[in-house]
């Protein structure tokens, strides 16, 4: 069968329809849906599958197919939102009914803050020794596995009651009491155990295994036993060495104490409400519930020794709420004062905290007792310094803590439990209270005032300190303490002032008094971690000079060291950042030449500062990034770091000034040509300002900027190639080749447009799809958008046969050795065929502005159509091939080609002919076969609506396809 | 076929005054249908005194110890005999809490280790020959209405304790300087309150381990013909431990137990007193203790 394409001429004017806007009441995809459903609900038991693999179906309907629409969905669904407010408040209403005392959550925050602090920090590598009776006997199994150097067991029997007074004097019962207390409250289990060589694992385990056999014991009614386990857990508490791990000690002892709290309290509760099912018997059960907690406090109350009695009787201060809010009031008060009564300063320290803990709980409103609190801690500590000086404390030989020197050790353990007191104290107490608690510091000397500073700056409202900066700069410069040094200090009272300023007239004698401080800061670290919080007040309140000034200091203490530069790189970073987020006018810092010496810190090589310095900079911060990338790097990475530059380069704009802003793109160039993405995206950025330079001249270039325009596509002409993916590379060239089209630059539009023929088959050749789609997919689009590109585009003016590009393509795709297994050439083949057919239409479908197309060159040459037929025929002859060329399994993949055939004649070709009708008609038998009847239906019916138009030899085609 | 019995008062606290009602239920659990031959219930009150063997001799420790004082008995019968129904029956009781002649005092209960005041309530149920009778007690607790010991003085009690305040030392040279200074906020103790007070040390030369509390109660039996007096310790309460911080006051606060204590009480043939001990431990063990006489009452 002979194939020959005819292209019928097409009237541009006849067949355009316009489109009309119709207003719609519905929402276009619940209809849709709705429609769906209708259509599918009764015949979804027999076949409803065919109907998705259908072409011209509707493809939103199709998604809904499987569900109802998301929106809708989303309409339906109860909110998430709603629905978490509800059960929170409930939640909410269920724990206040539970707890009626309770404190705001932020305390508790805080507190499990506190307790993580102090579980982080405090640990210790030396061994440690657990005594308690309520040991398993596996747990000395275990201990017996422990090397026998290490290990430490022995067993006390606890001391036979002897028959009160007989026979001793005073002082020997006195004597054998003593003996027994300490087996007191073990009686009824009798041994006790002391297991020495813990390692502090092992130790938080024991700890854990006792808590949950407390548990248990509370649940199996041994409530006494629970209680006997409570006190043991604060005995350890009774032990002050390792100094450095007793804060954790602490922690870890208070989890057990709230548990036992808490399950005393709610069973007191239960007893107050549940009891009472009987209305009449309320009061009853009330009354009874206090008898319990009396009971309770009664034989806590009993307990020989302070440091248990002062733990338990704390941590029950909330049973106070049933039975007299007063009371416990004045419990608190008492359990306060009775702390002074705890000898060493540490555990003294620890169990103040502990009161003050409960208290903020039990009373919120109460603050005073903290107050007296604070003070009795001053005065243990002036106690505390005494045996420092003698070399008494820490108990713990030196080697138990870790080498660590004692001073800052002090500081260290006591700092929490101050900080905690100040914390409670800065939430409710009134500005008086704050005010005297200055005036006790200014009264302190050393440790006690080095802490309460410390805690003070750290804890107290920013606004009190922001009032009191001044006063407080001079202590901390009078505080003579080698605990927390003076540049953690600057940087807690530097925090606060950055969050609220001090009075106006203050602010400047506050920067220098502190910055005299400063200054004289020995190590560089944390002169310069001090300085970037300074930095920051300098940069909100005062202009870049004071910036400048105080960066030329930065520069000083830095370049003294110049070959430990790079140590402090990053905290020098941080400074510039910090200097150009807060500063009122960040643009004046680049003309301040410290601050250009701190960048030249990171340049180090680069001597000449370019204009703009800003740009220049941020692009140097760029290619230190840029040349992090390395062979270890990993794509994500890179991927990052391409976003960041990226988006730095496009926040780049220079206004009107176009060429500096193509100098710039240039520079980038040079400095990102690793990274693909960001070339690809300075390219985009470049054709870009080639459009917004057509823009700006509105079409009409002078001589200059058609030079500029023809330089930007230069750039881009030579920027491409380095390119590593071929379908970006085919898309880059595509798009500079339209820009340059669009202005006027023919040389370079065909110079890009013959590389992109290239490159497509390229792209085929490779499976470089730029990670989206398939090849045959993005080979489609890409060809399509490449030949319709080349409709309009001129000739070059020595080609001799018209349609010179079109040919190279048609060529391209013709000869390319295309897999078997694929129709991509059937489709690139179709594709273009519309294309050709297209272009030698005397008047063209489209132009580019301002430049005259093939149709003008021309004038309606005939050898144009003859060439574009000649072509033509070529590709339908590989199309039918292909077609026919296909058998056995592979038959099917006919009918979405011949479908594409059959409507690109139907479009295009001359109908009249009878080589063009055969083709149809065989094309039709083709769909005829191969596709769905239901699309075969549409496609009559699109064919019934074509015929409208009056095209030549349609209606047989009709009557063929209807026969 | 078993029968249980229980007591059951009205107060929770199981507390009477001299003067009121003992009031209750008695409860009797039978599986059954049961005979018995009538129910009595029965309150008695007695004191209980134990010479001590050490002072008084042996022999007569024995034979004076075996005679309680009655105090009070009353006898009901709160069922005739008869058939109690298969389940639990209540049978409501009350008895007023008076002495048995005008001449006695109800004291408080009290339980020490010479002399114990002791009122219970008995209920027996009488059953046929073949069966056991069935008993049960219920201890119950007598005190003195509040207020009724008169209104005594609320009296700070200042103390200073130095080396020179001791006596009984043998070798004076051995005793480290030192000087404790504080107050009791009286010795006049009404027993609901707690016991208060404060107590500084202001100066020592030596490490202190502890500062403790101790209650101590003193207990006299016997009457004219000679008596014997012993003192015990009932609680201990540690108030400082480690070498407390110089200057700074203590509080001094311990509550009284409940059990074993009761106020004062001066009786023709018996004392019950009560004592406090400040004890100062130094690290090298070595002791100070400084004794207060208390009159505790019930106010």
């Given at each position: 069968m002979a194939l020959e394409w005819k292209t019928a001429a097409r009237q541009w004017g006849v067949e355009k329809k316009a489109l009309t806007a119709l207003p719609t009441s519905t929402h276009p995809l619940q209809g849709v849906r709705d429609r769906s459903l209708k259509e599918y609900e009764p015949s979804r038991d027999k076949k409803p599958k065919t109907l998705i693999q259908s072409m011209v179906m509707d493809p939103l309907s199709a998604v809904l197919d499987d569900g109802p629409d998301p929106l809708s969905d989303l309409l339906a669904a109860s909110d998430p939102l709603s629905a978490q407010t509800y059960t929170g408040s409930q939640k909410g209403l269920k724990d206040s009914q539970e707890e009626e005392a309770s404190s705001p959550s932020r305390w508790h925050t805080?507190?499990?803050?506190?307790?993580?602090?102090?579980?982080?920090?405090?640990?210790?590598?030396?061994?440690?020794?657990?005594?308690?009776?309520?040991?398993?006997?596996?747990?000395?199994a275990e201990s017996r596995a422990v090397p026998s150097h290490r290990r430490v067991v022995k067993t006390q029997t606890a001391v036979p009651e002897r028959h009160r007074a007989q026979g001793m004097s005073g002082s020997e019962r006195i004597r054998a009491r003593l003996e027994q207390m300490d087996t007191l409250d073990e009686i009824g289990s009798g041994v006790v155990r002391e297991v020495?060589?813990?390692?502090?694992?092992?130790?938080?385990?024991?700890?854990?295994?006792?808590?949950?056999?407390?548990?248990?014991?509370?649940?199996s009614d041994q409530r006494v036993k629970a209680l006997k386990i409570g006190i043991q857990c604060v005995k350890l508490l009774n032990l002050s060495a390792p100094e450095h791990f007793y804060p954790s000690k602490f922690v870890l002892v208070m989890d057990i104490l709230s548990t036992l709290a808490d399950l005393v309290y709610q069973r007191l509760k239960q007893k107050a409400l549940n009891e009472s099912s009987p209305a009449s018997n309320a009061s009853v059960a009330r009354l009874e519930a206090q008898e319990t907690a009396r009971n309770w406090f009664y034989k806590v109350a009993s307990i020989r020794e302070l440091l248990p009695r002062l733990y338990l009787e704390a941590a029950l201060l909330p049973c106070y709420s049933l039975t007299d809010e007063k009371e416990g009031e004045q419990a608190l008060v008492r359990l306060a004062q009775m702390t002074r009564g705890i000898g060493d300063p540490l555990i003294a320290a620890y169990t103040r905290m502990f009161v003050c803990r409960m208290g903020v709980d039990v009373v919120p409103t109460l603050t005073h007792y903290i107050v007296a609190t604070i003070e009795d801690f001053l005065h243990t500590l002036t106690q505390l310094q005494l045996s420092l000086a003698q070399g008494t404390w820490p108990e713990g030989e030196t080697d138990m803590n870790m080498g660590e020197d004692k001073n800052v050790l002090a500081a260290r353990v006591f700092a929490p439990p101050l900080q905690w007191m100040m914390q409670c104290l800065a939430g409710r107490a009134s500005q008086q209270e704050l005010q005297n608690i200055v005036r006790m510091c200014e009264g302190a000397e050393g440790l006690g005032q080095n802490l309460m500073l410390a805690a003070l700056l750290n804890s107290f409202p920013n606004d009190f300190v922001a009032l009191h900066a001044l006063p407080l700069t001079q202590l901390i410069a009078s505080c003579l303490y080698s605990g927390k040094s003076k540049h953690e200090l600057l940087s807690a009272l530097g925090r606060c002032v950055n969050k609220v300023p001090p009075a106006q007239q203050q602010q400047l004698?506050?920067?220098?008094?502190?910055?005299?401080?400063?200054?004289?800061?020995?190590?560089?670290?944390?002169?310069?971690?001090?300085?970037?919080v300074w930095l920051e007040y300098t940069a909100k309140h005062f202009s870049s000079f004071e910036v400048n000034t105080l960066l030329g200091d930065v520069l000083k203490h830095v370049g003294a060291e110049r070959t430990q530069e790079q140590m402090h790189y990053s905290s020098l970073l941080m400074l510039v950042s910090t200097a150009l987020t807060n500063s009122t006018d960040p643009h004046s810092l680049f003309s301040m030449n410290n601050f250009l010496g701190l960048l030249s810190v990171f340049q180090r090589d680069s001597g000449t500062s370019l204009i703009p310095a800003l740009v220049q900079h941020l692009l140097t911060f760029c290619g230190a990034l840029h040349d992090s990338i390395n062979a270890l790097t990993t794509d994500d990475e890179r991927r990052q770091l391409s976003q960041l530059i990226i988006s730095f380069i496009r926040q780049v704009n220079f206004g009107r000034d176009f060429e500096q802003q193509l100098d710039f793109y240039v520079n980038a160039r040079a400095a990102f040509s690793n990274l693909d993405s960001v070339l690809a995206a300075l390219i985009q950025c470049v054709c870009q300002l080639a459009v917004a330079t057509w823009q700006v001249v509105h079409g009409q270039h002078s001589g200059k900027t058609a030079a500029f325009v023809r330089a930007c596509a230069a750039y881009c002409f030579i920027t491409v190639p380095s390119l590593t993916s071929s379908a970006t590379r085919l898309r880059l060239y595509l798009l500079s080749g339209n820009v340059a089209l669009l202005n006027n630059c023919l040389g370079q539009g065909d110079a890009c447009m013959k590389a992109a023929i290239r490159e497509l088959l390229e792209v085929a050749g490779s499976q470089d799809t730029e990670g989206g789609g398939s090849v045959a997919d993005t080979l489609r689009t890409l060809t399509a958008n490449l030949a319709s590109t080349l409709i309009a585009t001129p000739d070059p003016p020595d080609a001799s046969p018209p349609l010179y590009l079109l040919r190279g393509l048609t060529n391209a795709i013709h000869s390319f050795p295309w897999p078997k297994e694929t129709d991509t050439q059937a489709f690139l083949s179709i594709t273009l065929l519309h294309a050709l057919s297209a272009a030698c239409q005397d008047d063209l479908p489209y132009h580019i502005h301002s430049v005259e197309g093939n149709d003008a060159l021309y004038g309606g040459d005939p050898q144009v159509c003859q060439e574009a037929n000649s072509l033509s025929t070529l590709l339908l002859q590989d199309v039918v091939t292909h077609i026919q060329s296909l058998s056995g399994v592979h038959e099917k993949r006919c009918g979405?080609?011949?479908?594409?055939?059959?409507?690109?004649?139907?479009?295009?070709?001359?109908?009249?002919?009878?080589?063009?009708?055969?083709?149809?008609?065989?094309?039709?038998?083709?769909?005829?076969?191969?596709?769905?009847?239901?699309?075969?239906?549409?496609?009559?019916?699109?064919?019934?609506k074509q015929s409208s138009c009056g095209k030549k030899g349609l209606p047989q085609l009709i009557q063929h396809c209807k026969g | 076929m078993s029968i249980t019995i229980d007591i059951q008062l009205n107060r929770s606290?199981?507390?009477?005054?001299?003067?009121?009602?003992?009031?209750?239920?008695?409860?009797?659990?039978?599986?059954?249908?049961?005979?018995?031959?009538?129910?009595?219930?029965?309150?008695?009150?007695?004191?209980?005194?134990?010479?001590?063997?050490?002072?008084?001799?042996?022999?007569?420790?024995?034979?004076s110890s075996s005679k309680p004082i009655p105090l009070l008995s009353h006898s009901v019968a709160i069922a005739k005999s008869g058939k109690l129904p298969a389940g639990q029956t209540e049978i409501p009781f009350e008895l007023p809490l008076v002495p048995r002649s005008t001449s006695k005092t109800l004291y408080e209960t009290y339980h020490g280790i010479y002399i114990t005041v002791h009122y219970c309530l008995h209920c027996d149920l009488k059953r046929s020959l073949l069966a056991k009778d069935v008993n049960k007690s219920q201890e119950f607790i007598v005190e003195y209405k509040t207020g009724a010991g008169g209104k005594d003085q609320m009296e700070a009690v200042n103390f200073e304790i130095r080396p020179e305040t001791l006596q009984n030392v043998r070798d004076r040279a051995r005793i480290p300087r030192f000087l404790v200074r504080g107050h009791l906020d009286s010795v006049n103790c009404p027993l609901s309150k707690p016991l208060t007070g404060e107590l500084t040390v202001c100066e020592c030369e030596r490490g202190i381990s502890s500062i403790e509390l101790q209650l101590v109660r003193v207990e006299t039996c016997g009457s004219s013909e000679g008596h014997t007096k012993e003192a015990s310790e009932i609680q201990n309460i540690q108030i400082g431990e480690g070498d407390v911080c110089r200057g700074i006051a203590i509080p001094v606060y311990m509550l009284f137990p409940r059990l074993f204590t009761c106020a004062t009480t001066l009786a023709p043939n018996f004392k019950i007193e009560f004592e406090l001990n400040i004890v100062i431990i130094f690290d090298n063990d070595h002791l100070v203790v400084e004794t207060f006489p208390i009159k505790l009452t019930r106010t």
């Open positions: 805080t507190w499990t803050q506190t307790q993580n602090h102090i579980l982080a920090n405090f640990t210790t590598s030396s061994t440690l020794t657990f005594m308690s009776s309520f040991l398993h006997p596996s747990d000395t020495g060589g813990l390692t502090q694992g092992e130790f938080t385990n024991r700890l854990n295994s006792l808590k949950q056999e407390m548990i248990e014991a509370w649940n004698s506050l920067l220098n008094g502190v910055w005299k401080l400063i200054t004289h800061i020995p190590l560089t670290n944390d002169y310069l971690a001090t300085a970037g979405p080609v011949a479908l594409e055939l059959f409507w690109c004649i139907v479009t295009w070709a001359d109908l009249t002919d009878t080589h063009m009708m055969n083709v149809a008609t065989l094309m039709w038998s083709y769909i005829m076969k191969f596709i769905a009847s239901q699309v075969v239906k549409q496609v009559r019916e699109l064919l019934m | 606290s199981k507390i009477y005054h001299p003067g009121e009602t003992v009031s209750g239920v008695v409860v009797v659990d039978s599986r059954s249908d049961t005979r018995h031959d009538g129910i009595t219930l029965t309150m008695d009150g007695m004191v209980s005194i134990q010479l001590s063997p050490r002072s008084a001799g042996l022999l007569e420790s024995i034979v």
